[in-house]
């Protein structure tokens, strides 16, 4: 048995928010209310569980509890709801994955220069564990998916107004990244959540039937500055990015589950090393624990003894989607190649959640305690980033001043595998007020960086 250590909890959503509002305003969505009337606070530990059993979850419901509880809301969230009522239609799809993996004998990473300490103090928050219950309705929006489902449209008056939020936001908060290689940028054309049918409707190729007849103008029914937004970008082979892939509704879901993971049993925790520097992130393990003392995965936290949390399902899904898409991506680009043998597909069991204060970072190092199997087939490590924007380096060594930069922005999915498996990468600063507005006003997340790294042992 471990000695048990008091440990400080990390709460990545605000104190102010939590603390000064009532329980509604900080939680301000139908789809919360649902939840909160039928269950008392729940544990972080069965957080997932709810995240999970409502998987696929349709939006009707949550639509119609939006127009019962619209009437006390600030504009911003009325904004917002119209944004998540014309969200992506609900589909169906299954995905299976693989919870757990077998005997944890490795450790994890290499090396980490920034280790400076921190100045910003840590908190407990007075904000509850709360069920996360809207699910991640777009599961499958790829061209790749069968079974398409379409909920009933919500397309209604407060449209515009929702509209203009999303221009300003988009405007503010997703400015356009550097390091570009490769990009695929036209969404109808190019995203892989454009349906194959659609694409030839729109006219990607032309049919023999049209030879001859006069060229159509085709029309969108988008504005141009609400088009190519999803970029995706090989950065080099096995290392894809998917930019603005997470919408923001599934942004607020991770935020809201991670929060509520985080304050319970395995939660948020500053890490240190061996010699007592301390990291410059707060850090939580889903599925496995992996220790920078040791740099070894394992089932229970070293320092409470405790299991860390499943990751939820929902998250496991979009996880398999990013792959799908990237794989529909890769085929794109090299037509002839099995995307597989590029990028391998792989069912997280370990997620690894950073917090970084803008103060925070990570010095260059390799993912590479992960099991030898894992690391030889190159299953690739799946990164998302909420929050506030961070600067992201890559390359072949620990020079950073040979290393790539990108943007990582909130909303985007970074993978690396096959080959980029084993790329130094770090997070070297993190861009301040960056993350996007209605994500801060809908979950209280604090000034900062959100990063989930998925992994199969
Ligand atoms: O925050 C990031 O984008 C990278 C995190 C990372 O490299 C890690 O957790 O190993
Ligand atoms: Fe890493």
Redo the contacts with the bound molecule.
């Keep these: 048995m471990l000695p048990l250590h008091r440990v400080i909890r990390f709460h990545h959503c605000r104190l102010s928010t939590a603390a000064a509002l009532p329980r509604q305003i900080c939680r301000p969505f139908c789809f919360l209310k649902k939840m909160s009337a039928s269950r008392k606070p729940i544990s972080s530990r069965s957080a997932y569980s709810s995240f999970t059993s409502q998987i696929p979850f349709g939006n009707e419901s949550s639509a119609e509890e939006t127009r019962q509880t619209s009437g006390g809301e600030s504009i911003i969230e009325k904004q917002f709801q119209s944004l998540y009522e014309k969200d992506f239609p609900s589909l169906s799809v299954n995905v299976g994955f693989n919870s757990k993996g077998g005997n944890f004998k490795k450790g994890?990473?290499g090396t980490d220069s920034g280790l400076e300490l921190e100045q910003e103090a840590v908190n407990s928050s007075e904000l509850e564990g709360i069920a996360n219950v809207v699910s991640l309705q777009e599961e499958s929006r790829t061209g790749t998916e069968s079974g398409l489902r379409l909920s009933p449209g919500t397309v209604n008056s407060s449209e515009h107004e929702g509209i203009v939020d999303v221009a300003s936001m988009q405007e503010d908060h997703f400015p356009s990244h550097f390091g570009k290689k490769k990009v695929y940028s036209n969404y109808v054309k190019k995203s892989p959540y454009s349906n194959s049918k659609f694409n030839n409707v729109v006219g990607t190729k032309s049919s023999n039937r049209s030879e001859g007849l006069p060229k159509l103008e085709r029309f969108n029914i988008c504005l141009p500055r609400f088009r190519d937004i999803r970029t995706q970008e090989i950065l080099r082979p096995g290392m894809v990015l998917l930019k603005h892939y997470i919408s923001l509704r599934e942004q607020i879901e991770i935020v809201r589950t991670c929060n509520s993971l985080g304050e319970g049993p395995g939660g948020f925790y500053r890490p240190g090393y061996k010699d007592g520097a301390k990291l410059r992130l707060h850090m939580m393990c889903l599925g496995m624990n992996w220790d920078p003392q040791t740099r070894k995965y394992d089932k229970r936290h070293p320092v409470d003894n405790c299991e860390p949390p499943e990751i939820p399902l929902g998250f496991c899904l979009l996880v398999q989607r990013a792959i799908k898409d990237a794989h529909c991506l890769i085929k794109k680009d090299t037509d002839m190649v099995d995307p597989e043998d590029i990028l391998p597909s792989m069912s997280p069991n370990i997620c690894?959640v950073?917090f970084?204060s803008v103060h925070g970072r990570?010095g260059l190092?390799q993912?590479r305690d992960e099991s030898r199997q894992s690391l030889h087939k190159g299953l690739p490590?799946v990164?998302f980033?909420i929050g506030d924007s961070?600067e992201?380096l890559y390359g072949d060594g620990r020079e950073v001043d040979q290393a790539k930069k990108v943007l990582?922005e909130s909303g985007d999915v970074?993978l690396f595998g096959g080959e980029s498996r084993m790329v130094f990468?770090?997070?070297p600063s993190i861009v301040p007020s960056s993350a996007p507005e209605p994500l801060k006003t809908n979950t209280g997340l604090r000034h900062g960086?959100l990063?989930l790294?998925f992994r199969q042992f």
Excluded: E, P, Q
Aim: net charge positive; hydrophobic share 40%.
């Design positions: 994890r990473k690894i950073n970084y990570l190092h993912d490590v990164s980033s961070a992201f990582l970074l990468h770090g997070v960086r990063n790294t």
